[in-house]
């Protein structure tokens, strides 16, 4: 089936930006959300960044707070792992999560990388898991078992951060 050989491809191969190839000059608001565009995959219009999400997220504390209206490289990588999480997890828990990785002391491009390795290998696993000789009667039973996957991989990543959430909120009370 030649939608699932283009998914299981694009899966395989698309990938975003490395830290060192994000463009290092500063770029405006209208760019960096068509610069974003390119940054993960997707198959329609609807789940396209808006520059109001670009505020909000910096507003929540999400993404850092732009130099003089310019976004840089740590926005971009920023805003790449919030898009992607925002799929699956709320504010508070992604909020939650990069308050976890802050902690480790590790710089924005080794934080970026770990989030690009994360991705790679789930990516990289789904991809495997479809079958492109699949027909027809085959794809509702694929679908349940990406369905089941990402309700077991939900349950174990509300655990962690439920563990993860009470030391940041101890923390942050006087």
Request: glycine share 6%.
């Amino acid at each position: 089936m030649d939608e699932l050989i283009e998914l299981r491809a694009r899966m395989e191969q698309e990938r975003p930006t490395p830290w060192e190839d994000l463009p290092d000059l500063a770029l405006y608001m209208d760019q960096l959300v068509s610069y974003m565009s390119r940054q993960l995959i997707r198959f329609d219009e609807g789940s396209a960044l808006t520059s109001a999400m670009v505020n909000n997220y910096i507003k929540d504390g999400l993404v850092p707070r732009a130099e003089g209206k310019r976004y840089g490289p740590i926005h971009l990588g920023y805003l790449t792992a919030v898009v992607a999480l925002k799929q699956v997890l709320t504010v508070r828990d992604i909020g939650a999560l990069m308050e976890a990785g802050r902690a480790t002391e590790k710089s924005p491009p080794e934080l970026y990388g770990f989030f690009c390795d994360a991705l790679d290998r789930a990516l990289a696993g789904t991809a495997q898991s479809i079958d492109p000789e699949a027909d027809q009667s085959d794809l509702a039973k694929m679908a349940l078992d990406f369905a089941v996957r990402s309700y077991a991989n939900q349950l174990a990543c509300q655990r962690i951060l439920s563990i993860l959430q009470p030391k940041e909120e101890k923390k942050r009370k006087p």
